[in-house]
């Protein structure tokens, strides 16, 4: 019989570990064959995807944004247009993800915690604006919302408007965004289990304890990136944005359609100057993603976080 409180014990278990690393991990002990010209190759390849599609795009968005100049780049950006279309974008992401945070994670603790009726239906549904194109959604709305349509008589008799107007522009930026946060945690609750909510709740914690807690220092880096994706989402919109906001120079552009508009004017360094603050923003995005992707590595290294 094994005493498995003998402190004489892991020694001996770390000594046969030692002397058997294929229990340690067994994927440690399978190697490559392919040759080295295949790797070396499918690396090239990749190398030369990223650099053609990805990088050569953005470095010559930044060379025309300049193209006439410091000066013309900054008088084009402080012009009135650009700055309602960059002040709107900012207001529909201030909007729409902190709304999409909060369903988020309301919808990802019940389906992962809870089981009740329709919760395969609920999963479906957030997924659902990955799977309607961008502009049947805008569609959607006007239909709705619009002068004539199910709702449009009721709004005009009461001074609402919504399309070709901010809200129009919001609840469209909310549906294309709303599966990122809900869709980055249900995997992520769902893997942690509810060991530690059921014991919290035996210790006395409320619910809102628990939560606080318990449950939100677990998930927050995947919270964090979900928060990201749909940030970047809700500054890039075009489809949705496009068929409910009318297009309107000045009142109803985000800076997609910003872009859009000026390249049509035959404005085309105006067009890469104001591409290049989305471009900018993006990078921003990209390099707070990279990071809370390192510091949720780290944790997990650590034995922090499962």
């Known amino acids: 019989m094994v005493d498995l409180a003998s402190p004489s014990l892991e020694p001996r ?54 193209g006439q100049g410091v000066g013309f780049y900054f008088a084009s950006l402080r012009d009135p247009m650009t700055w309602s279309a960059i002040e709107l974008t900012l207001l529909a992401a201030a909007i729409s993800v902190p709304l999409n945070c909060v369903f988020g994670v309301c919808a990802a603790w019940a389906i992962a915690k809870f089981d009740f009726p329709g919760k395969s239906f609920l999963i479906t549904l957030i997924d659902l604006p990955f799977s309607i194109s961008p502009v049947i959604a805008g569609l959607l709305f006007v239909l709705v919302f619009g002068a004539q349509g199910w709702l449009g008589p009721w709004l005009s008799d009461h001074n609402i408007t919504i399309i070709f107007a901010v809200p129009g522009i919001v609840l469209a930026t909310i549906f294309v965004t709303v599966p990122f946060v809900a869709r980055e945690l249900i995997p992520l609750m769902q893997a942690q289990g509810k060991n530690e909510e059921e014991a919290a709740r035996v210790l006395g914690a409320s619910g809102w304890q628990t939560f606080w807690r318990v449950t939100l220092p677990n998930i927050k880096w995947g919270l964090l990136y979900g928060v990201i994706l749909c940030n970047a989402r809700a500054m890039g919109e075009f489809g949705a944005v496009s068929v409910v906001s009318g297009k309107i120079a000045g009142e109803t552009n985000t800076i997609p359609l910003q872009v859009e508009t000026l390249y049509d004017s035959y404005n085309l360094t105006g067009a890469f100057a104001v591409a290049s603050v989305l471009a900018f923003l993006a990078l921003i ?7 809370a992707e390192r510091k949720n590595a780290a944790l997990i290294a650590e034995g922090q976080i499962a």
């Open 285 to 291: 995005t990209l390099g707070i993603k990279t990071w």
């Open 13 to 66: 278990v770390s000594t046969a570990l030692a002397m058997a690393p294929s229990l340690q991990h067994p994927a440690a002990t399978v190697s490559t064959t392919e040759p080295a010209w295949v790797r070396r190759l499918l690396i090239t390849v990749a190398i030369v995807f990223i650099a053609l599609f990805l990088v050569l795009p953005l470095v010559f968005v930044f060379v025309q944004a300049f």
